[in-house]
């Protein structure tokens, strides 16, 4: 029963929080509620996260600025055709004892011990690199040198796609793609958003930012989130969401037999719960309703859907089908 009440305060407190939170990031982003709250969702319910923008939207600016109003070490990796997994995971190297005039191993951490990483431009690095994430986004352990290291706790990937310039890119693989929570969109800001961020970022202007979180509270705070009550027709309403995702499948609409070579797995149907779940207790309710799915539905599918040519034919992108898909699921109601 006391756990019970002070689950009850801290969803009270996670509300005030999120508040503090978007008032600390919109001093330096202008915009982008949206997208502040898809990053949130997911760093609160363990996952990662896929962005895709054009450059010159300030991803990695607001990734930064996160980091510093969470208390949360932040390292940045450019991915560039040239970089080895090592690179990113650490490497050993021959170090000389000065007492026994002997030399010995020493593993020197590489930039994935932090806890946020930005993983820049992840496309334009081969799939063997990109696998170097791997191990790291599903075990938070790192194993070099036949020795496994443990991640510092909360462990986030923010991943960034430039949806231009695709010459010289390697496309993730479906299974790298599935590791990430959301793949969620920067767009363009509207006239009135450009026009403050232009005012802003050309005067003296400088903001000053004051930590809402720590660490620990992170960590109790994705706790949280898994002890969150979910009714048995909520974890239904998610599966047959995913399943109709899948052509050949009893419950798929015509249009997903028509477009989509393969639908998404059941981590997909597990991401729209936690992702529901979040959303719920930032709202400060104690338990989603389908309303929650429907919110994060876009970000957890659209990644996890293989269009097929005629799709490509037609013109029609994974939005548009999982935009379809939930004009089903209100239908079925």
Not at 154 to 173: K, R, S
Not at 202 to 215: F, G, I, P
Not at 233 to 250: C, E, H, I, L, S
Request: charged residues 25%; hydrophobic residues 40%.
């Amino acid at each position: 029963m006391t756990k019970k009440r002070d689950d009850i305060e801290t969803v009270e407190k996670l509300k005030e929080a999120k508040a503090k939170i978007l008032k600390e990031v919109e001093k330096v982003i202008v915009g982008q509620k949206q997208v502040i709250e898809e990053l949130l969702i997911s760093l609160l319910a363990n996952g990662h996260c896929l962005i895709v923008g054009v450059p010159g939207l300030a991803k990695t600016l607001l990734i930064n600025t996160l980091s510093n109003v969470l208390s949360l070490s932040f390292n940045r990796i450019q991915f560039t055709p040239d970089l080895m997994p090592s690179d990113i995971t650490g490497t050993d190297i021959i170090e000389e004892d000065k007492k026994t005039g002997g030399r010995k191993f020493r593993f020197v951490k590489g930039p994935i011990f932090a806890n946020i990483i930005l993983a820049d431009e992840i496309n334009r690095t081969p799939p063997k690199t990109q696998a170097a994430l791997l191990q790291a986004m599903q075990e938070y352990k790192v194993t070099a040198g036949g020795v496994t290291y443990s991640l510092d706790l909360p462990f986030f990937v923010l991943a960034t796609q430039n949806p231009i310039e695709l010459e010289g890119t390697y496309p993730l693989p479906e299974a790298q793609l599935d590791r990430f929570m959301f793949n969620t969109y920067i767009d363009y800001p509207s006239p009135e958003e450009e026009e403050e961020i232009v005012s802003t970022t050309t005067s003296a202007y400088e903001a000053s930012l004051k930590r809402v979180l720590n660490a620990e509270e992170i960590i109790e705070l994705q706790r949280l989130v898994r002890r969150v009550p979910v009714a048995d027709y909520m974890v239904q309403y998610a599966v047959n969401m995913v399943r109709m995702t899948r052509p050949k499948n009893d419950t798929a609409p015509k249009f997903i037999n028509d477009w989509v070579s393969w639908g998404a797995g059941p981590r997909a149907s597990q991401y729209l719960i936690l992702g529901s779940k979040t959303r719920a207790i930032f709202d400060g309710r104690y338990t989603p309703t389908p309303d929650d799915i429907n919110a994060v539905a876009k970000s957890v599918l659209r990644h996890r859907i293989v269009t097929n040519f005629n799709a490509e034919a037609d013109g029609i992108g994974t939005v548009e089908i999982v935009e379809k898909l939930l004009e089903e699921m209100k239908k079925k109601k």
